[in-house]
C-alpha cells in the first residue's frame, strides 16, 4: 500500500471513528493488530488527522462559535445570555477533562498496545449505546443545564482517552443519564471536542516539535488531513441525526461485535 493510500485509508477512518461513536482510538488499536505493515506516513501524521477534524467539528458549528464569542461583548439580552451560558458550560466540562488528560496520559498511552483491552472497551461503549436508546429523558434544556452536569460529561470525555471508549458515544450516553435533551447533548458534546483535540494537537506539536520537518509530505499529509476533514464533517451530521431518532443501537451492536473480535484475536 503506497503511502498516499495509506493517507487517504487513515483520513477516511479519522473522519468516520473520530465523531462516530465507535472511538477513533480503538480502531487505530485494532488496525495495527490487523495490518502490522501498515505504519503512518509522518510522526506527527496523526496530529494532522486531528486537524481535519478540528477543522471540520468548527465549520459545522461555526455559528454557535460566533455566538459564543460575540455573547462576551454583545448588550444582555435572552440570546445572548442563552451564548454566554453555552460558553461557560463549555470551559467548565472542559476543566475535568484537562485535568484527567494531564495526570493519567502516560497510563492511557501504555494502553494503545493493548488490544484485548480494547476489545473489552468496545463492548462497554456498545453497551452504553445500547442503553441510551432505552432511556426514557425529559430533555432538559439548555436553560436547566447545570454546573454539575457540565463537569460530569466533562469527565466523561476526560475517560475517553482510553482506547475503544467512544468520546462522543460516552458523553452523549452521560447527558441523556442526566436527562438532558437529545439534540443539546450532540451540540454540546462537540462543542466540548473543540477545546480537547485543539490541546491534545498543541501537546503534540510541543512533544514532536523537533520532528516536524522530518519525513514531511505535503501531499500524503494534506490528502490525510483533507479526507478527515471531509468524512468528519459528514459524521457530525450522521450523528445529529441518529441521535435524535434513537437510533443509536446501530453502533451499539457494531461496537460489541468488533469488540469480541478483538478481545478473540488478542486471546489466539
Excluded at 455573547?71 to 454566554?84: H, I, N, W
Excluded at 482506547?163 to 443519564?177: D, E, F, K, Q, Y
Aim: aromatic share 8%; net charge neutral.
Amino acid at each position: 500500500m503506497s503511502e498516499i493510500l495509506t493517507a487517504l485509508f487513515l483520513g477516511i477512518l479519522q473522519g468516520l471513528t473520530e465523531f462516530l461513536p465507535v472511538s477513533s482510538s480503538g480502531h487505530l488499536v485494532l488496525a495495527q493488530a490487523l495490518l502490522p505493515n501498515l505504519s503512518q506516513p509522518g510522526v506527527v501524521f496523526e496530529v494532522t488527522l486531528h486537524l481535519g477534524t478540528l477543522v471540520a467539528v468548527c465549520l459545522y458549528f461555526r455559528k454557535d462559535l460566533w455566538a459564543m464569542a460575540v455573547s462576551l461583548v454583545a448588550p444582555q439580552e435572552e440570546k445572548t445570555t442563552e451564548d454566554r451560558r453555552l460558553l461557560w458550560l463549555v470551559i467548565l466540562g472542559t476543566l475535568p477533562t484537562v485535568m484527567i488528560g494531564l495526570l493519567f496520559r502516560k497510563q492511557f498511552e501504555s494502553m494503545f498496545t493493548d488490544l484485548r483491552g480494547a476489545g473489552i472497551w468496545f463492548v462497554i461503549t456498545g453497551l452504553l449505546l445500547f442503553l441510551t436508546d432505552r432511556v426514557a429523558t425529559k430533555g432538559r434544556q439548555l436553560s436547566e443545564m447545570t454546573i454539575r452536569d457540565a463537569l460530569v460529561i466533562g469527565i466523561a470525555q476526560g475517560l475517553s482517552i482510553i482506547p475503544a471508549l467512544s468520546r462522543s458515544g460516552s458523553t452523549i450516553a452521560t447527558g441523556i443519564l442526566l436527562a438532558l435533551d437529545r439534540t443539546l447533548l450532540v451540540r454540546y458534546s462537540f462543542l466540548l471536542s473543540i477545546p480537547a483535540v485543539l490541546g491534545a494537537f498543541i501537546l503534540e506539536v510541543v512533544a514532536h516539535r523537533d520532528e516536524l520537518l522530518q519525513g514531511f509530505d505535503p501531499l500524503t499529509y494534506g490528502i490525510g488531513t483533507i479526507a478527515a476533514g471531509i468524512v468528519g464533517y459528514w459524521s457530525i451530521s450522521v450523528l445529529l441525526n441518529m441521535t435524535r431518532s434513537r437510533r443509536l443501537s446501530v453502533f451499539a451492536y457494531y461496537c460489541i461485535v468488533i469488540g469480541i473480535v478483538a478481545f478473540l484475536i488478542a486471546s489466539r
